[in-house]
């Protein structure tokens, strides 16, 4: 039975695709199980020279790409730099592997037992199960792919049923590299699809929602393989009273509302100095009166559409329950229905409590909650609380101020003097906190050892002792 897939910016259903049921996953896996062994016997220059061919590919279909996801996701300028920035992972990766791979294997370490040597190589895991979401479609499907099939894994990926056109595009870049035929699957389907599909392999790697991440964990579990899971935030902003208001103000609103403030990195609440609240609120409000939407013209403007319309009335709800709480609206704060798309201009609010939803839950929206401190301590409380600990920001007069609070927050990436930047940067290790997830980080060398496992080769080079010398008698005298 085909799903039917919603254009964000008319509200139609314009487009289909066709979920692969269980029997038909199996068949995918085992194909791929099958190929993975000569992919991992390539040594990690060759799988590389292969990779730098598939980035080569998507180069020759970016324009194709880039459409499917400017028709998935109603934003233009972003979905090219998508298409551009996969390019770039794919070589970086390609001439990054090999170096991390001969850092991380050891040969011939000397144990304490002088006969004995041991030394440490990398296996990686057969098949790799990737579930990616609808905010970034192509980066999010290849943002562990790509690392894995560097590393020698074959690699299923099933992303997101609401933006999966890009899908045709890039299965076709991928038809022009024959290495790549049996260690790279792209299968349609929905979250009964995903589920079948952990199933399947060796290791799953999961972009998406806390409920959603929960159930992944526990199929992995009750599969006995590891999962990888990247969940959501709720990513505070710091404002000391040191910091410039009116910058600080800028880099607020952009951190907030781009992309629609559809992004994990997004900041989701501000806390501000009293001492600095006035200018700072001031110029977030006139700021984000002045973002302009993209409609009509998907090429113009700055924010665009909802790309799941159920998100607009989560985020709705929210900022409908917070006013009935007793917070004020300074900016936006009502979803707008445009030729169908749903758009929600930079909503800003203050008067905001600790209990409210809107400062508790992940909004993925345009959102900016604002609330005042009084000290220091006070802030890293707020920004400390609740259940998510993905990212954060701080921002001050100096870095080294910034930075002294920065390491008393409770998130796996904090932007320092601005905010958002781990989603800019890939060399930046992090942990996610809490409950923004588990595993090793995607970032740095770890996004591609991640996906081995460690065997030990320990030599005897002596002569092995006879049951004899573990006797009571031998090993009490």
């Known amino acids: 039975m085909s799903l039917a897939v919603v254009n964000p910016r008319t509200g139609e259903a314009d487009y289909s695709i066709e979920p692969l049921d269980e029997t038909a996953i199996a068949t995918v896996a085992s194909r791929l199980r099958a190929g993975q062994g000569a992919w991992a016997a390539r040594t990690a220059g060759e799988r590389g020279a292969v990779l730098h061919r598939l980035a080569e590919a998507i180069g020759r279909h970016r324009t194709a790409l880039a459409a499917a996801l400017i028709a998935d996701t109603g934003r233009a300028a972003i979905s090219k730099i998508e298409v551009e920035a996969m390019i770039r992972a794919l070589q970086r990766w390609a001439d990054s592997a090999p170096g991390i791979i001969a850092r991380a294997e050891i040969s011939d370490r000397q144990t304490a037992i002088p006969t004995i040597t041991a030394s440490t190589r990398l296996v990686p895991y ?18 562990d792919a790509i690392p894995a099939l560097a590393a020698g894994c074959a690699v299923i990926v099933k992303p997101s049923e609401v933006t999966p056109r890009f899908m045709r595009p890039l299965a076709a870049a991928i038809a022009e590299v024959p290495e790549l035929a049996d260690v790279v699957a792209l299968i349609e389907g929905d979250g009964a699809t995903g589920a079948a599909l952990i199933g399947q392999v060796d290791f799953i790697a999961f972009t998406g929602s806390v409920a959603t991440g929960r159930k992944v964990g526990e199929a992995a579990a009750r ?24 910058k600080a103000a800028e880099t607020a609103l952009r951190a907030s509302v781009l992309n629609t403030g559809q992004a994990c990195q997004s900041i989701e609440r501000v806390y ?25 013209d998907v090429n113009a403007g700055d924010i665009g559409p909802f790309i799941f319309a159920r998100q607009a009335e989560i985020v709705q709800a929210q900022i409908d329950d917070a006013v009935a709480r007793g917070a004020k609206l300074l900016a936006g704060g009502q979803v707008e ?3 169908g798309g749903k758009y929600l201009r930079p909503t800003v609010l203050v008067d905001v409590t600790p209990d409210m939803p809107i400062m508790a839950e992940e909004t993925f929206g345009p ?9 220091v301590d006070e802030a890293v409380a707020h920004a400390n609380s609740g259940i998510f600990g993905l990212s954060a920001a701080v921002i001050a007069g100096t870095v080294e101020e910034a930075e002294a609070v920065a390491v008393r927050l409770r998130a796996g990436g904090v932007s320092i003097n601005d905010g958002s930047l ?6 930046a290790e992090k942990s996610s906190f809490g409950a923004s997830g588990i ?17 030990a080769l320990i030599r005897q080079s002596g002569a092995a002792l006879p049951l004899a010398a573990y006797s009571e008698e031998a090993l009490s005298g």
Request: hydrophobic share 50%; aromatic share 8%; charged share 15%.
């Open 422 to 427: 781990t989603g800019l940067v890939w060399e």
């Open 223 to 246: 599969a006995f393989i590891p999962a990888s899971l990247e969940l959501g935030g709720k990513d505070p902003m710091l404002v000391l009273a040191s910091a410039d208001p009116v």
């Open 367 to 375: 959102v900016i909650p604002v609330t005042l401190f009084d000290s």
């Open 272 to 296: 501000v100095a009293r001492e600095i609240a006035g200018p700072f609120l001031e110029a977030l409000v006139n700021g984000a009166k002045a973002v302009r939407l993209n409609h009509p």
């Open 126 to 143: 057969q098949l790799i199960g990737i579930i990616s979401p609808w905010n970034f479609p192509l980066t999010l499907a290849l943002i």
């Open 337 to 339: 229905t445009l030729d």
């Open 439 to 455: 595993g090793p980080s995607r970032m740095g060398d770890s996004g591609l050892l991640r996906f081995f496992r460690k065997q």
